[in-house]
């Protein structure tokens, strides 16, 4: 089921922000990046607390690079628990060079393996194996595939986009954009041309 597939390809940022003085300020930008949804363990904002369950991570860790600290290219999305397990971790893959796909694959019954040792990587770092985030999968499929067969609305609201996608058309970031293009691709603004599908 679409809920925890990982991609087939590594991730190809549809923006490029610059200039902002926290990055805070990119959040964002990264929910509609990565489809609102946590990079590492696909967790979706519309099964937590909207988009306020979700940080910015940096893949290398502030204390290791501070002269990344405002860098976009180093700015994941993140729920707060796959953020707050990383912390200071070194060594995570870039989803934007590996195609987590490739490293990792969820059973039907949330059990989660490493497909090589990237994902191995990610298993350990993470606990992405561990009960609690095991049995989260288990109950988000079981959930997802009964309201698929008997309740259409709340299948929608589990798989669907969130109503409050940014509006990036308005924004304009102090150092510019290096991908301006994106702007009109990003999901708000394909939702207003009716080009989204009601599940993702």
Known sequence: MAAFVYTAAPHTRRHGPRGYADSHQYHPWLRDDFSFRCVYCLARERW????????????????KDPSRILDYDNLLYACSTCNSVKRDAEGV??????AYGESLTV??????????DRGK??????RLDNEENTEFRHLILEIT???KRGKKEVYLRLM???????????KRPPGGNSKPEGVE???LARRRR???????
């Open 121 to 126: 990587i990610l298993i350990k770092i993470l």
């Open 48 to 63: 937590s607390k909207g988009q306020y369950g979700f940080h910015v991570d940096h893949l290398i860790p502030q204390s």
């Open 185 to 187: 691709h990003s999901f």
């Open 93 to 98: 893959p870039d989803p934007c060079q590996t």
């Open 145 to 147: 595939r009964l309201a």
């Open 160 to 170: 669907g986009f969130p109503d409050d996608m940014p509006d990036l058309v308005s």
């Open 107 to 116: 059973e039907d019954d949330g059990r989660i393996h490493a497909r090589d």
């Open 194 to 200: 009716r080009e989204l599908d009601e599940t993702y």
